[in-house]
């Protein structure tokens, strides 16, 4: 059996951090290879070398056992590697057909885009797929699943037998992973070879054969999946065992902060009641597009909403206006950290101050360091790994940019702090960092809000849990009341 | 005398430190205006130095307020046509018989109210700024020709025009240095030492986010466009005074010559990114190779060229410096792991 494609003891540094260092491993035909490792670890780099946007410093690629050299994305593409990234770009205006042949369209005898075979190609890529998707319909609108699949019939019409998935289940339900594994699985039983990247075990244990695990930009082993427990492979990763993924402590519960009263919104969210208790972690649980982040984003200003109350520590809040829920002690740690959280451009103290800086500034000036002071010093406190405070904050790994988001409201010395998907995309080592922070916060007496999809942080952090379904609250569960299956049914309406 | 500070390490780390964008422009300011003071007869006069400043003021104000504009990723491409209507009014006022005390702040705060419009269609409406301040660029323009028409007014008193052109004390420091410095240190602060000034840049590179961290992004931008407004109106009064004549096309084209200078200066036109002493610079160099060019009996269509390769090359080599280091920072590393 001769590899697919196989990276030869490659290295790859940005200035002055080795993001990987001499890794090797192989890709052979009609196998599923997870590749995982911590934020941080290398894999991005690799996802991206792989896909010609970036060029090893050193090592080779040898594809079909010959070396090639990418100087660009066309030249991945033309050697059959196509990668689903987690957040698909399609063109939205174009149609799903358009999407699929971009660069390659079906010419008729005149040199005419031909769209009669170019929707039949699409049809033909789909029935293949097993999935209905109309061909002619815009590519706006779709969901981001579909958008996936869309992608995976584009690198299908490529002949691309390399397919490289980065984090591709991260914005995906449940029902809507299982249709991707079902695809990927059919394609790999076509003799192609699919690189599988993700943080969840229970994926990777169902879709792949091996698995590389990477550790600090080096490779750390390749193996059968089977022959690995997860606990195996988190200690590889992390190399050292893990206390414990969701460190609840005791916190005594305390007055009502937030009070949530018939909140509505046309369209995205009816009806919405609770209440959070200092010190209470409650968790917003549900399928994606629940409206959970909707809800929170609305009682918190950035969103607005039609109807309802918002009472915050005994005073209602004016709706649409986040500058006053800061100041009344509110902070959201939204679930889109790039958009959302962090201007990436800026450098880390800038956006750990950013919410503080008027409160920082002398005479309406800020002079002296003052926001370097507290930049540092709340970066210290959670531990965060960085070069220096002056560099922009998109060059720190997923898990340390998100305890930058945390530094930032946590500087504001919030009474309810909101997180939504607090650990999306961070690795296992920081995520545990992420819930022991939360859970001393909230025995310290602060209330927390969070939002999650992942059903073990839910039922691992939370004294209770909401669950909403459709945009409106299907259940109200006890930590005592709550299990997967209790959950899981109230979010898909199944009793 | 310690010989640690000049060795080579820490001579390239301040090689380094010179090659940002802002570094190279200082650099060069200074290379172009030795160069002419030495090479280019009646450069380095001091007569010569007063004309500089009074040429480089009305860039070098309505730089102000568009560097932040285009911090925050908009732009205003109104403001010359704002300068035009104020001179107007200025010419109208005058002749139906206000007093030039009571002319000067109306006509800034007129200058406001434009500038309030452009900020409303931008942010209250949510328009595209190109297109908005392109049409009121047309429409101020417009208007300034419906207040003065064709003519020109030309009876402003001596005390006003003779303070603008003047120097202070009689020496080769003109007067209209006293405003540029006044504002040039009010935006530098503002921009660079205050919490509205750190807004600026995070709405600048992610308005989004700048919304989550409880910014009030329509709202600041809209200030933004008052005070360009503001202040292009002054620049306008200036202006009149300065040539002791109101027209309708005074300053028209100045937009292009201030964006120029701007974005020379190492702002980016996509927002979030860029600093006042950068601008700063890049209007004297813009100013200084005009006036030098000029001295050499160069054609005002010379100078267009000349502004025009500047711009280009002020997008264009940012890239080819940042492409050349990295390739040269990827050589070396293969290099370190042949060897």
Known sequence: MSALLQVRDVSKSFGAVAAVQGVSFALEPGEAHALVGENGAGKSTIVKMLAGVHRPDTGTLLVDGEEVTFTGPADAKAAGIAVIY??????????????????????????????????????????????????????????????????????????????????????????????????????????????????????????????TIMRDGKHVCTEPVSDLSVDDMIRRMVGRDLSALYPKQDATIGETVLRVEGLNRAGVFRDISFEVKAGEIVALAGLVGAGRSEVMQAVFGVDKYDSGTVTFLGKKLKGGNPRASMAAGMGLVPEDRRQQGLVMELSIERNVTLPRSRALAKLGLLFGGSERREAAEWTKQLQTKFGRLSDPVGTLSG???????????????????????????????????????LSSLAARGLAVVMVSSELPEVLGMADRIVVLREGHIAAQLTREEATEESVMYAAMGQS | MSDASVSPRSFRGGLGKLASWDGIIILLTVVVIVAASLGVPNFGTSRNFTFLILDLMPIVLVALPMTLIIVTGEI????????????????????????????????????????????????????????????????????????????????????????????????????????????????????????????????????????????????????????????????????????????????????????????????????????????????????????????????????????????????????????????????????????
């Open chain 1, 86 to 211: 987690q957040e698909p770009t399609l063109f939205p205006d174009l149609s799903v057909a358009e999407n699929i042949a971009m660069g390659n369209q079906p010419l008729t005898r005149l040199r005419q885009i031909d769209r009669r075979t170019m929707n039949a190609n699409a049809t033909r890529l789909f029935a293949r797929l097993g999935v209905q998707i109309d061909p002619t319909r815009p590519a706006r609108g779709l969901s981001i699943a579909d958008q996936q699949l869309v992608e995976i019939a584009k690198a299908l019409s490529s002949q691309a037998r390399v397919l490289i998935m980065d984090e591709p289940t991260a914005a995906l339900s449940g029902v809507e992973v299982d249709r991707l594994f079902a695809v990927t699985r059919a394609l790999r039983d076509e003799g192609a070879a699919i690189m599988f990247i993700s943080h969840r075990f229970e994926e990777i244990t169902a879709l792949c054969q091996r698995v």
């Open chain 1, 399 to 437: 898990g340390n940019q998100q305890k930058v988001v945390l530094a930032k409201w946590l500087a504001t010395s919030p009474k309810l702090l909101i997180v939504d998907e607090p650990t999306r995309g961070i690795d296992v080592g920081t995520k545990a960092e992420v819930h022991r922070l």
């Open chain 2, 76 to 339: 205003d491409l109104s403001v010359a046509s704002i300068l035009g209507l104020a001179s107007s009014l200025m010419g109208w006022f005058w002749n139906n018989g206000l007093s030039i005390e009571t002319i000067i702040p109306l006509v800034i705060v007129i200058g406001a109210v434009l500038g309030a419009i452009n900020g409303f269609l931008v942010n209250a409406l949510g328009l595209p700024s190109l297109a908005v301040t392109i049409g009121t660029l047309a429409l101020y323009r417009g208007l300034a020709f419906v207040v003065l028409g064709d003519g020109a007014v030309a009876d402003f008193p001596f005390d006003y025009t003779g303070w603008v052109t003047g120097t202070i004390g009689g020496g080769s420091v003109p007067n209209v240095l006293i405003p540029i410095v006044a504002l040039a240190i009010v935006f530098g602060i503002v921009l660079h030492a205050t919490p509205f000034g750190r807004s600026l840049y995070a709405i600048g590179a992610n308005d989004q986010a700048a919304h989550f961290a409880g910014i009030r992004v329509a709202r600041t931008k809209f200030w933004l466009y008052v005070a360009s407004g503001a202040v292009a109106a002054l620049v306008g009064i200036l202006w009149t005074l300065r040539y002791s004549s109101a027209r309708a096309d005074n300053g028209s084209g100045l937009e292009l010559a201030v964006v120029a200078a701007v974005l020379l200066g190492g702002v980016s036109i996509f927002g979030g990114k860029g600093n006042l002493p950068g601008v700063l610079a890049g209007v004297v160099l813009l100013a200084a190779l005009q006036n030098a060019l000029r001295l050499q009996d160069v054609s005002g269509q010379a100078l267009n060229i000349v502004t025009g390769t500047l711009l280009v090359l002020s997008v264009l080599l940012p890239n080819i410096v940042s492409s050349i280091r990295t390739s040269r920072q990827r050589r070396k590393l293969r290099q370190a792991a042949t060897s």
